[in-house]
T-cell receptor
């Protein structure tokens, strides 16, 4: 399978704990995105990497959130001191250039539940 | 402000009953309009990209069209396996990012 993979698929944690998610993009894609999706809503952009550089962060990404892509391959998203409002599906996407745009392909997501 | 609105929020069809889903948008610097299918508990699955007004793309029972302010996803003779949430997204360029701005989706249920 050469698609985007995410790990874990599900995470249940207690409020105040730290969690880390991993995303492995499609191997030849140098662009990687993180999105968050809550029930009944479309995904919302969190942050973007081109190779190892983090080039854009949404205001949704509070200082409790940090993302890295150390070698320009896989990426991690860490949430410190989790809150119940952090419960959501966290989606990773990678992209390649297609004409004047970049088609994004999504992973299966990590479902986070904060109790 | 960039905005994407999808309608209806939910749609119930009988098998074989054709219909259309709407996606209207107000953005500056549109780089593409994307349609995705999302099954419960899974990530969005890429369907189509449309780049310019008048463009059309087809895949099996689905056909996507684009105007300057909206896009339609036409479903012809749907089957129960077409039941899913259909997401529309516009791609905008801000600095070097080509992020997607999504609508809230249309939940489609096709009954046998």
């Amino acid at each position: 399978d050469t698609g985007v993979s995410q790990d874990p698929r599900h995470k249940i944690t207690k409020r105040g704990q730290n969690v880390t998610f991993r995303c492995d993009p499609i191997s030849e894609h140098n662009r990687l995105y993180w999105y968050r999706q809550t029930l009944g809503q479309g995904p919302e952009f969190l942050t973007y990497f081109q190779n190892e550089a983090q080039l854009e962060k949404s205001r949704l990404l509070s200082d409790r959130f940090s993302a890295e892509r150390p070698k320009g391959s896989f990426s991690t998203l860490e949430i410190q001191r989790t809150e119940q409002g952090d419960s959501a599906m966290y989606l990773c996407a990678s992209s390649s250039r297609q004409g004047s745009s970049y088609e994004q392909y999504f992973g299966p997501g990590t479902r986070l539940t904060v109790t | 402000e960039d905005q994407v609105t999808q309608s209806p929020e939910a749609l119930r069809l009988q098998e074989g009953e054709s219909s259309s889903l709407n996606c209207s948008y107000t953005v500056s610097g549109l780089r593409g309009l994307f349609w995705y299918r999302q099954d419960p508990g899974k990530g969005p699955e890429f369907l189509f990209t449309l780049y310019s007004a008048g463009e059309e793309k087809e895949k099996e029972r689905l056909k996507a069209t684009l105007t300057k302010k909206e896009s339609f996803l036409h479903i012809t003779a749907p089957k129960p396996e077409d039941s899913a949430t259909y997401l529309c997204a516009v791609q905008v360029r801000r600095d070097s990012s080509y992020k997607l701005i999504f609508g809230s989706g249309t939940r489609l249920l096709v009954r046998p």
